[in-house]
C-alpha cells in the first residue's frame, strides 16, 4: 500500500486517511485547511487504496451502483494502517471520505487506539452497517458525521437511505454518550470533499483539545 505524507512527520497529532487518486488531487488543499482549522502541528497519512469497494468494505455486499460488488479487505487494511499507530505516546484520528468515511467509522468498533472517527459523507446505505451499528459500541470518545443536503435525492433506493440512516447513527451514537456531530454540508456528494474532511478532522481534534483541558 502506498502511503503519503503531509505536515508535520514528527508531530504528536497523527491523521490517517485512506485515499484514491482524486483525492490525491486534493490534499494540498486539504492539508492547508487543516493547517487553518487545527491550531497544532500534525502528521496526515494518506493511504493510496487501490481497490476501493473490496479494500474498504467490511464484509461482502452485492453491487449497489455499477457491477462492481463490494468485497470484505477492511480488515486487512486497517491491519496495515495500524502499522502507522505503533508509538502510543502519539494522538491517533482515522477519517475519510465517501466509502473511506464508513471505514474509518467501522475501524473505531475495531480498536480504541482512535480517539476519533472523522467521516465525511460516508457511505452508511452499505447493506447490513445500520445493524452493524445497534449491537455495538464504539471504542472512541468523538464521532463527527455529515453529508450533503442534496445526497439522499438520488434515485438509488439503497443510496437514497443515506440520509435516514445517517440520522439514525446519529441519534443511536448520542444514546450511546458518544460525543457526536452530525453537520449537514450544502451540495451533493460530490461537492468539496477536502473542505467536508478537513472540517470533519479539525472538529475531532478540537474536541480532545476541549477534553485534555477540561479534565
Known amino acids: 500500500m502506498e502511503v503519503l505524507e503531509y505536515g508535520n512527520k514528527s508531530a504528536q497529532l497523527v491523521l490517517l486517511q485512506p485515499v484514491d487518486d482524486h ?29 476501493w469497494n473490496r479494500e474498504l468494505s467490511p464484509w461482502k455486499a452485492p453491487a449497489v451502483f455499477g457491477k462492481q460488488e463490494f468485497g470484505d479487505g477492511a480488515e486487512e487494511t486497517l491491519k496495515e494502517i495500524l502499522k502507522y499507530c505503533e508509538d502510543r505516546t502519539r494522538k491517533y484520528c482515522i477519517g475519510g471520505y465517501s466509502l473511506a468515511g464508513l471505514f474509518a467509522l467501522w475501524a473505531v468498533y475495531q480498536t480504541d487506539l482512535f480517539q476519533g472517527a472523522a467521516a465525511a459523507s460516508p457511505s452508511v446505505w452499505f447493506p447490513g452497517f445500520a445493524e452493524y451499528m445497534k449491537e455495538r459500541r464504539p471504542k472512541c470518545t468523538h464521532v463527527y458525521l455529515s453529508l450533503g443536503d442534496k ?29 457526536c456531530m452530525l453537520e449537514w ?31
Open 23 to 51: 483525492d490525491l488531487q486534493l490534499m494540498e488543499g486539504e492539508t492547508a485547511l487543516l493547517r487553518e482549522n487545527i491550531g497544532e502541528e500534525f502528521c496526515l497519512f494518506a493511504f493510496k487504496i487501490r481497490d
Open 185 to 215: 454540508n450544502a451540495g451533493n456528494h460530490f461537492k468539496d470533499p477536502d473542505h467536508r474532511t478537513a472540517r470533519a478532522f479539525a472538529w475531532i481534534v478540537s474536541q480532545n483539545r476541549f477534553c485534555a483541558h477540561d479534565s
Open 151 to 179: 445526497e439522499e435525492k438520488t434515485r438509488n433506493p439503497v443510496m437514497a437511505s443515506v440520509g435516514d440512516r445517517i440520522r439514525e447513527a446519529y441519534a443511536l451514537l448520542l444514546k450511546q454518550d458518544i460525543n
